[in-house]
């Protein structure tokens, strides 16, 4: 079965700072890899995905993401945050065969303060 | 507007009563699946289905059901609620190909 580890619980960041948060997934074949987020007290929307081609992904509201196959990681990445990047971030995975529901990791919670 | 409909969105249960979480969808979703979400665990998948007729559990199931009697809705049922239970219920649902989930707004479950 697969897993996924979130090495940050929490990240305090001025507006302006760089963010990267860490994804590192444990998986023995072929994984599609998302990031979402939870704005506080709603439910989760979809950041970005990589199912294949280009290991750099661009999503939504400035972030990117990185997959390093050689790694097993999928770190998250905006070049400067804003107030309105509070939020709780999860990585996920889903392998491409057998049971392919998808696998969360613990979030990070990002506080972004002005 | 469509998407993932889940209710109720507040639930306060007493230990031992049963009840069902509604979930629906209206985009022809061949997945759903239901995740329980709770503090510094991320979602856990409860239980999931890959079409009508077809359920599975996923890592946390114990004192959950599950059935998918059609394509638009994937109910789950809590036989005997437990405090253990105190969490928040999101529903999701996928096309085949996994590309994207999308999620319910959640429901709010106490166990008291």
């Known amino acids: 079965a697969q897993s996924v580890s979130q090495h940050n619980h929490h990240v305090i960041l001025s507006e302006a700072a760089s963010l990267e948060l860490g994804c590192n997934y444990s998986y023995g074949g072929t994984v599609n890899l998302f990031w979402y987020v939870q704005y506080p007290g709603q439910h989760l929307q979809l950041l970005l995905k990589?199912?294949?081609?280009?290991?750099l992904v661009k999503g939504i509201k400035g972030f990117e993401a990185e997959f390093i196959k050689s790694k097993f990681s999928f770190n998250l990445r905006k070049p400067s945050v804003q107030w309105s990047d509070t939020a709780e971030y999860f990585c996920?995975?889903?392998?491409?065969?057998?049971?392919?529901?998808?696998?969360f990791g613990s979030g990070t919670r990002l506080q972004v303060q002005p | 507007n469509a998407g993932v409909t889940q209710t109720p969105k507040f639930q306060v249960l007493k230990t031992g009563q049963s009840m069902t979480l509604q979930c629906a969808q209206d985009m022809n979703h061949e997945y759903m699946s239901w995740y329980r979400q709770d503090p510094g665990m991320g979602l856990r998948l409860i239980h999931y289905s890959v079409g009508a007729g077809i359920t599975d559990q996923g890592e946390v199931p114990n004192g959950y059901n599950v059935s998918r009697s059609t394509t638009e809705d994937f109910p789950l049922r809590l036989l005997s609620a437990a405090p253990s239970q105190t969490s928040v219920y999101f529903c999701?649902?996928?096309?085949?190909?996994?590309?994207?989930?999308?999620f319910g707004s959640g429901t709010r479950l106490t166990v008291v």
């Open positions: 999701a649902s996928s096309t085949r190909s996994l590309d994207g989930y999308t």
């Open positions: 996920a995975v889903n392998a491409r065969t057998g049971r392919r529901a998808l696998t």
């Open positions: 990589y199912f294949s081609g280009d290991p």
